[in-house]
């Protein structure tokens, strides 16, 4: 019996993939309750099982006392010092029960609390692997789609992928593997529930990681990152090492890895940045494709007034003011965009402005 047991045991933590220790646990506490059910649920009861053996010891815990007036909580001095020479009146001692038949209620109550404790220990498990894993990138294949969620099978779980945090226009299949950003893990009654997304900028911040060794080794470090899923993202990379250049890391020989990345992104546009501690200089490298003519700031409202060719200002803003708002939130600056020619004639009006207010002081 006690080998059959230890088999069972074992298989159930090769099965669910759980600590042996978790285990035996789970099945004692299941065990106890089919116990106390057996003896009236009211007597005080000890249940262990050896962790080598698997042998099953049940012991009443009884009080020593001079004269026993409750037997099934209550044990004699004489008969008690059988069982442990030193004990004395007022303590307690372990009394092995004999468990020949625990009975069919007794049995299907252990079969369901076994089942119930199994189970918890399983969700604990799964929820501590992918607790650890929130903030990273895994790879699943996709199972189902019910009402705008897509259901991913990443391993002993399945985890949720809602419509809205996929790509624009991407649309899953049955059978696909995906890739995904693991956003949150929760616990519920229902087991852990994993969030998926590929739309949060760090989604693209963790498959720089993982195609670029200098930002896993921490000598090239992504100091912002912002996205339009879909459109365009932006990041600002730092290296920490003169003789590395951050931008020709991440861009990879010939290309292969950022376009290893924009791949994974269905097309999404890439800029890669140089960071820089010069406002002027960074907000001109975060207006990226477009080029800069000059720029003025004022640094105690974290404006900005940039100037650009006539042909450069709609690259500058970008589709639906795109380009500007991304790197403004890149920047943290409030960037303020004018043509060359706008600002020429700004500028004359100015000049004439002031040209005539000093004619009307001459004439005074």
Not at 80 to 94: D, H, M, Q
Request: net charge negative; proline share 4%; charged share 30%.
């Amino acid at each position: 019996m006690n080998k059959e047991f230890c088999y069972i045991i074992d298989q159930i933590c090769r099965e669910k993939g759980l600590s042996r220790e978790k285990v035996l646990k789970a099945l004692e506490s299941a065990l106890l309750s089919a116990a106390k059910k057996k003896f009236g649920g009211k007597r005080n009861i000890a249940l262990t099982i050896d962790p080598e053996t698997c042998s099953i010891n049940v012991s009443a815990v009884k009080t020593v006392v001079e004269n026993v007036t409750k037997p099934k909580e209550e044990i004699s001095i004489e008969n008690a010092k059988e069982i442990n020479p030193e004990v004395e009146i007022g303590e307690t001692v372990l009394v092995p029960v004999e468990l020949h038949d625990f009975g069919r209620i007794a049995a299907q109550t252990a079969k369901q609390v076994i089942f119930q404790k199994v189970r918890e220990a399983e969700r604990e498990a799964i929820f501590q692997e992918f607790k650890d894993k929130a903030g990273t990138i895994i790879t699943g294949t996709v199972l189902r789609k019910e009402k705008n969620i897509y259901y991913v099978d990443v391993g002993r779980t399945e985890a949720i992928l809602p419509k809205r945090e996929t790509l624009p226009g991407e649309n899953l299949k049955r059978g696909d593997i995906v890739k995904a950003y693991v956003k949150e893990v929760n616990i519920t009654s229902r087991g852990p529930e994993i969030y998926l997304s590929r739309t949060v900028p760090e989604f693209v911040a963790q498959l720089f990681k993982m195609e670029v060794p200098e930002i896993e080794d921490g000598i090239v470090e992504i100091k912002k990152i912002v996205r339009e899923p879909g459109e365009r993202t932006k990041l600002a990379v730092l290296s920490h090492d003169p003789s590395i250049d951050p931008i020709g890391a991440c861009v990879g020989m010939k290309g292969t890895r950022v376009q290893a990345i924009v791949r994974e992104l269905r097309g999404e546009r890439i800029d890669i940045i140089p960071w820089s501690d010069d406002p002027r200089m960074f907000i001109a490298r975060a207006l990226t494709p477009a080029t800069i003519d000059s720029i003025g700031i004022n640094e105690e409202d974290k404006t900005a007034l940039v100037v650009v060719n006539d042909q450069q200002l709609s690259i500058a803003i970008g589709k639906k003011g795109q380009n500007v708002k991304l790197a403004m939130k890149l920047t943290g600056w409030d960037i303020d965009i004018i043509s060359e020619s706008e600002y020429t004639k700004m500028k004359q009006q100015e000049a004439e402005a002031a040209f005539g207010t000093d004619n009307s002081s001459k004439e005074e």
